[in-house]
């Protein structure tokens, strides 16, 4: 499947961002109007104030000197409260937390065979990068339209007075909306090469500092060469960074006496006013505060218009990964599953010109258990993800009980298989939670699972695992044998063991796979390996080569046909006799 680049429009992406948390951004929009009402009040408060300090104080003097201080204390109520607390430390992480749900849920949603190619796993990692930008591509919308009301009220105002303070504005517009724009072409300029090189200084310092990595890099003498390209990725950066400030730099200063023309232009024309006559001294003051907001507005304006197309580049790549189509299933699994048959299946990796599996067919019936062998290479994992839904055929189907996997929903086809996988995951939970994580709803004791993976060693249910959190590490082959017991613990009607005893020495793998006789009672199994010590006790062997199937028979029936399965065993036959 390809995947496509983000196609949204602004307002689609607009649209989708308000409705992640309508809430928030009707609350935000509320606090912005009851502000600008408090910013009028202001400059009302203000012109009134100084007019009775003209007339010497008169009776009403406490009372606007009291409304002057609320007003003082709203504005900064809102702008501490509200701008630099709530929405920081409530609104933001509510909202975070909403879309990382999203984000998770919408992951477990698109196939694995899109998810695991290359080029979507560089775009999910842009798309959770993107996701922390979200919130303020919507707050830029909210503040555009609470800065417009503001400033047109504000204009409002202004011109009561006279339009002379008009002839001043643009000067203090049109600097901050040419250096703005400036600043954002040089940035859409440096942007992928910049964002490329803090992907490299990323990489590199993981590779320095993570446990494994480190330690190779300690025994191959490589970390003076990975320093050095972490130094060259951060000095490419800082020379963009570096070369876009001084640019932006001399730019303001070349507009700085225009800025500084309109920024004073609100006193000037009011101070002129006042001498003429036109206005008093009570509109003197409220003029110059009057135009000191508007300009405020007005290049807090002119910044988010600018600012809003780095943003919307910035979000792209969440659309992207969030436009990725989903798997949709419309059946619901029967109660228990007779047969799972595949019919020329075939499946073929993304970027790949050959498939990895070529026009498989069989039938697999409730209670059976049947094993799968092949080399290195041959298809036996991708059988497996194909087999259990995990991946959708490129062609052909899996039809478990005549129900395609491509129309069955993957949450009830899921919840009737267990797996143990070649790449088992390591959770960094305790060791009763690691293996209850198959199926919390079931209740019992793990401890007789645990004696059995530390039999020489006490380890209790609630030991923490990982290093990351200060727990205990286990070695490769107790950590599969973690696994195993995950994979055991859950009640199912398939149970597929894909390598499962690969970092397992000979004496555990045996004491494994006569629990996994004991598992199988009723249930139907899928064991894949390329290690033959324990296919005998299948019903049927599969022999796959180059992804397509080369023999089936049992044990002895494939030893005398004197073919691929006769070669595999005899070079391996030292081991196991």
């Known amino acids: 499947m390809k995947l496509e680049q983000n196609g949204r429009t602004r307002l689609q992406m607009l649209r989708f961002v308000l409705r992640s948390a309508p809430g928030s951004y009707a609350e935000m929009a509320v606090y912005g109007v009851l502000n600008c009402l408090v910013t009028l009040c202001n400059v009302w408060s203000v012109q009134k104030l100084f007019g009775q300090l003209a007339a010497g104080m008169g009776e009403g003097f406490p009372g606007t000197l009291a409304l002057y201080g609320t007003v003082l204390v709203l504005s900064a109520g809102y702008s501490v409260w509200y701008i630099r607390y709530r929405v920081q430390f409530c609104v933001i992480v509510d909202y975070e937390a909403s879309i990382r749900g999203k984000l998770h849920a919408h992951s477990q949603s698109i196939s694995n065979e899109v998810l695991e190619t290359p080029d979507a796993y560089a775009k999910i990692r842009q798309a959770d990068g993107a996701r922390q930008n979200l919130f303020r591509y919507g707050e830029i919308w909210i503040s555009i339209g609470i800065t417009v009301l503001q400033a047109l009220t504000l204009t409002g105002y202004l011109s009561a007075f006279a339009g002379w303070f008009f002839l001043l504005l643009p000067m203090a517009a049109v600097p901050a909306a040419l250096e703005a724009l400036y600043s954002a072409r040089l940035w859409k300029r440096d942007y992928a090469e910049s964002a490329q090189c803090a992907r490299e200084e990323d990489a590199y310092e993981q590779a320095m500092t993570d446990p494994t990595g480190c330690k190779e890099s300690r025994l191959t003498g490589g970390a003076a060469l990975l320093w050095r390209k972490w130094q060259s990725s951060r000095a490419r950066r800082n020379a963009l960074d570096e070369k876009r400030s001084k640019k932006a730099f001399l730019m303001r200063f070349a507009l700085l006496p225009v800025q500084i023309l309109g920024d004073t232009g609100g006193f000037l024309v009011s101070a002129v006013l006042l001498y003429c006559g036109g206005i008093t001294f009570a509109g003197f003051t409220a003029g110059v505060a009057a135009y000191g907001m508007l300009t405020a507005s007005v290049k807090a304006l002119v910044g988010s218009f600018t600012e809003e197309p780095q943003w919307r580049n910035m979000i792209a790549p969440f659309f992207w990964y969030w436009d990725i189509p989903k798997r949709v299933g419309d059946q619901d699994m029967r109660s228990a599953t007779e047969e799972i048959r595949l019919q020329h299946v075939s499946f073929r990796y993304s970027g790949q010109t050959t498939n990895a599996v070529s026009d498989v067919s069989m039938t697999i019936h409730a209670g059976e258990v049947i094993a799968i062998v092949g080399e290195n290479g041959a298809g036996k994992t991708t059988l497996a993800n194909l087999l259990l839904g995990l991946y959708l055929p490129t062609e052909g189907e899996v039809l478990y009980d005549g129900v395609s996997t491509a129309r069955l929903r993957e949450t009830g086809l899921h919840r009737r298989q267990s797996a143990v996988m070649q790449n088992f995951a390591r959770y960094q939970l305790t060791v009763g939670d690691n293996i209850r994580i198959a199926d919390f709803r079931k209740t019992g004791a793990v401890e007789q699972q645990i004696a059995e993976i530390f039999p020489d060693d006490k380890v209790a249910a609630d030991t923490r695992l990982g290093k990351a959190f200060g727990g205990r590490e286990l070695s490769g082959g107790q950590w599969q044998q973690l696994s ?29 796979y006569d629990r996994f006789r004991q598992e199988m009672v009723g249930k139907t199994g899928v064991l894949i390996t390329h290690r033959l010590g324990a296919v005998s006790m299948a019903d049927r062997i599969i022999v796959l080569a180059d992804g397509a199937i080369a023999q089936t028979g049992t044990h002895s029936e494939l030893l005398a046909q004197d073919g691929i399965y006769a070669r595999l065993w005899a070079s391996q036959a030292g081991a196991y006799g």
Do not use: H, N, Q, Y
């Not at 390598?499 to 004491?511: C, F, G, N, Q, V």
């Open 484 to 512: 195993c017991a995950r994979g055991f613990w859950k009640d199912s009607d398939l149970v597929v063991l894909d390598e499962a005893t690969s970092a397992i020495d000979p004496l555990r793998e045996k004491a494994m």
